[in-house]
Structure formats: C-alpha cells, structure tokens
C-alpha cells in the first residue's frame, strides 16, 4: 500500500514543470510560483544570461533549450531523483548536464527560503554549462560565480549583489589560520572540490566565492572579463591569471589574501 502511494504522488509530480519562450519569459500551466517568485526567476534569467554572453560573445544561449522541472514535495523528488539522475542529491537542488535539466525541490517544510536562491544558483550551471558546451570549467570558477549569483535580488526594476557574509566569515577563518593554498586548489578537480566542502564547512565554495566576488569588484572591468572567458576551457588557472591579470597569479593571490585580511 505505501509503495502505491509513493508511485502515485511520483507519477503526479513528473507533470510538474515550467517552460520558458525564446524571449526568456515564463510559462507556469500548473501555477507552481507565486507572482513574485516567477518575476524573480524571469529576471535572473534574463541577468545571468546577459552575463554570460558578455563572457562568451560569440554565441546565443536560448533558456528555452532548458527544461526547468520544480518539485514541491520532497519525497516526489527523492523518487525523481532515483529515476532520472546517477546521483541522489539531498540538497534542494541539481543541474544535470547530460538531460539538461535544472530541477528544484519547493518543499518549504523541508528546505526553508531556499527556494528562489536555489533556483538562481542552478540557473548559473545551467547556462553556463549551456554557453560553455563541452569545454573544462574549472570547478572553483563554476561553483563560485553559483554561489555569487544565488546571492543576488532580483526584480524586473533592479538587480543587486548582497555579499554572502556566511562564506566571507568562512574565508577570513582559513585565511587567519592559514589553511588556503591557493596555487593547490585552483586545479581542483570537482570530485575534490565536492569531497573537502563536504567535510571541512564548504570549505570550497567558500574561497571559490570568495574569488569571484573580489574579481567582481575590481574596477577594471574588461580584464576581469578577459580573466572569465580565458578560463572557459583552460588547462590551468594559474597559465590565464599569469597572462591576464597585473602582476600574474602571484599578485593575484597577494591581493586577494589582503582584500579578506
């Protein structure tokens, strides 16, 4: 009898998706958002796409390509998880690279005002994955700009960072008791990235967005960007910030560690 039940809210809850026009706005047939929150979504997609054909200008990425599942209920999740994905995620959501497919649990009893901040952090995977093809995208670079993204309001009027002053206090912590090898992990490899967040605090996404919210910063626009693009499909992060940013990956690592001191 419970394994009825289990199979009849997943079958109920595989209907529940959103799609989005080539113009970037939103259809919700099942009213699975309030106002706000579909207003929101529209405008982070429309941001973060903006963003990231400024880094890849020669292509156009169309979120339509994306299917855009949400899930209210957990267990309908967990279940969908187990049918369509390798791994089984328990945060409140994953981007699969290889169904395209961003999917979001809306469980507000389980993940508690993490809906929208987990729909613009999956939103950042998705299109950059989608801009970036098939190229390496170093794992510190994706994670981060996620967790940048995630902090951001949104609204058709106006767009603004908020500083994620969790992960910043996360960072000046490893930076006062000298745990950061900075060289070492820009070559992070995403199984080690996931592996040591896991058990050291987000250990990784900490520095990740930590980096790329002291680039972001910068005055010089153009050569953060020229940072960005070079990134997309480089062997080494230390080869592009030798190359593009002022006094290379050495100064580079001076600056950061002073701006967080």
């Not at 939103?26 to 579909?38: A, I, V, Y």
């Not at 207003?39 to 796409?49: G, P, R």
């Not at 960072?171 to 080690?192: G, M, P, S």
């Amino acid at each position: 009898m419970k394994q009825s039940i289990l199979l009849f809210i997943f079958s109920v809850f595989l209907n529940f998706g959103l799609v989005f026009g080539q113009d970037n706005k939103l259809n919700d047939p099942e009213n699975l958002l309030t106002r706000q929150e579909k207003a929101a979504i529209e405008a982070a997609v429309n941001y973060i796409s903006d963003f990231y054909s400024r880094i890849f200008t020669d292509k156009t990425v169309y979120f339509s390509d994306i299917k855009f599942t949400i899930i209210p209920n957990y267990i309908a999740y967990m279940l969908y998880q187990a049918e369509n994905s390798n791994t089984v995620y328990q945060s409140a959501g994953y981007y699969s690279h290889s169904k395209r497919e961003l999917v979001v649990c809306n469980d507000k009893d389980k993940f508690k005002n993490t809906f929208l901040n987990t729909c613009f952090h999956e939103l950042s995977h998705a299109l950059l994955h989608q801009y970036a093809d098939e190229k390496n995208i170093p794992a510190w670079f994706n994670e981060g700009l996620a967790v940048y993204f995630a902090k951001m309001t949104y609204s058709s009027r106006r767009v603004r960072h908020q500083k994620d002053t969790h992960q910043i206090a996360r960072l000046k912590t490893l930076i006062e008791l000298r745990e950061i090898n900075l060289a070492e992990f820009v070559d992070w490899d995403y199984h080690r990235f996931s592996t040591e967040s896991f058990t050291q605090e987000s250990y990784g996404y900490a520095i990740g967005y930590g980096m790329v919210y002291f680039l972001m910063k910068q005055k010089n626009e153009a050569q953060v960007f020229e940072i960005f693009r070079n990134l997309i499909g480089a062997e080494s992060t230390i080869d592009v910030f030798d190359s593009y940013y002022e006094g290379g990956f050495a100064q580079f690592e001076k600056d950061f560690m002073a701006y967080f001191s």
